[in-house]
Nanobody, 124 residues
């Protein structure tokens, strides 16, 4: 069983930055592919960033590319999402996810474990 706990969300003005953290339980964290997704009210869950189990590969959609960086610290069992130049359209609940079966993925159904989410609100 893997437990994921997100933190770092909050209210920020447009143009500001936030760093989200996701602390994972489990001794095999370094073998998990990790991802961040977000969901705004009335919208489907949207892929934000992914990192391979080794940390050597990352992937971002065009909507956040250049503004967002995913990273991981296996010593701390933690994955991070650094978000810069935030826009009101980035407002959503952000979820951390772990996959035990793929190297890296943009697809929600390939992730086995999910955190409870952390709210990010960007004001204009």
């Amino acid at each position: 069983q893997v437990q994921l706990v997100e933190s770092g969300g909050g209210l920020v003005q447009a143009g500001g930055s936030l760093r989200l953290s996701c602390a994972a339980s489990g001794r095999t964290f370094r073998s998990y592919a990790m991802g961040w997704f977000r969901q705004a009210p009335g919208e489907e869950r949207e892929f934000v960033a992914a990192i391979s189990w080794s940390g050597s590969s990352t992937y971002y959609p065009d909507s956040v590319k250049g503004r967002v960086t995913i990273s991981r610290d296996s010593a701390k069992n933690t994955v991070y999402l650094q978000m810069n130049s935030l826009k009101p359209g980035d407002t959503a609940v952000y979820y951390c996810a772990a996959s035990t079966t793929v190297v890296i993925s943009t697809l929600p159904y390939e992730y086995d474990y999910w955190g409870q989410g952390t709210q990010v609100t960007v004001s204009s």
